[in-house]
């Protein structure tokens, strides 16, 4: 709900202005008044209510029974929902992720890749913290809509570790939106009225409406019972 298909919606409508431009090469004026944030998110909330109840519906008609509660792992076949245990062959773990902290003075100030869903007004101007994918959809859907859109890269460069070829050219007309790529990460976020001033470590400060941190995600494990069956945590926290 907070991924893949809300993120969508939000692209189709990014893309939307530019189909208008593009328009009148071939003779069709469209004019576009304005955007209406409200609008955009509380449909976006609309049609997953909607889908969920698709999903739903499937699982009832495949005969599956949903237990709704706090799960957590009792043992390699037994889980534990509202005190009550359930046991099977296999448990299958697809507790989804969560963001990434920032770890860096002011970094309450920073919303979420989840909050951005949510948001009460659009702003006018935007730093993305990340250059990874979802960095990149968010700026193009913050670009796309008016934003004034700025990324900040720890790597320099977007979509770091893609295929190199296909990473330079995406980079390039991404850029080339009117994005703009700023080639380090940032050190603090101080809030001052209703902007945000942030400070990199070369001293350059920027001053923005809204700062969205993008910079990964990690496995949701917590509190699942994993740790109590000492069960392998890899580096990147991932069983």
């Not at 919606?9 to 431009?21: G, Y």
Request: proline share 4%; aromatic share 8%; net charge neutral.
């Amino acid at each position: 709900n907070v991924g893949c298909v809300p993120k969508k919606m939000f692209v189709f409508a990014s893309e939307l202005p530019h189909f208008a431009k593009e328009a009148k090469s071939y003779g069709l004026d469209f004019t576009l008044n304005k955007f209406d944030w409200p609008t955009l998110r509380d449909n976006k909330t609309k049609e997953i209510e909607r889908l969920n109840g698709i999903y739903a519906n499937m699982l009832d008609n495949s005969g599956v029974k949903t237990i709704w509660g706090h799960a957590k792992l009792v043992s390699a076949n037994t889980v534990e929902v509202e005190g009550k245990q359930y046991t099977a062959e296999k448990i299958l773990l697809a507790t989804g992720g969560w963001p990434n902290t920032l770890n860096i003075p002011g970094e309450e100030h920073a919303i979420n890749s989840n909050d951005f869903f949510y948001l009460e007004s659009f702003p006018k101007s935007a730093i993305v913290v990340g250059s990874g994918y979802i960095a990149v959809e968010f700026a193009g859907i913050l670009n796309g809509l008016g934003c004034d859109t700025k990324i900040a890269s720890r790597s320099g460069k977007l979509l770091r570790g893609f295929d190199e070829s296909t990473r330079v050219i995406a980079e390039r007309e991404i850029l080339k939106k009117g994005i703009e790529l700023i080639q380090e990460p940032p050190s603090e976020i101080v809030q001052s009225n209703s902007s945000y001033t942030v400070h990199f470590k070369s001293g350059r400060t920027e001053t923005t409406e809204l700062v969205i941190n993008t910079a990964g995600r990690t496995p949701n494990l917590q509190n699942l019972g994993i740790d109590e069956l000492g069960i392998q945590i890899l580096k990147n926290g991932t069983v």
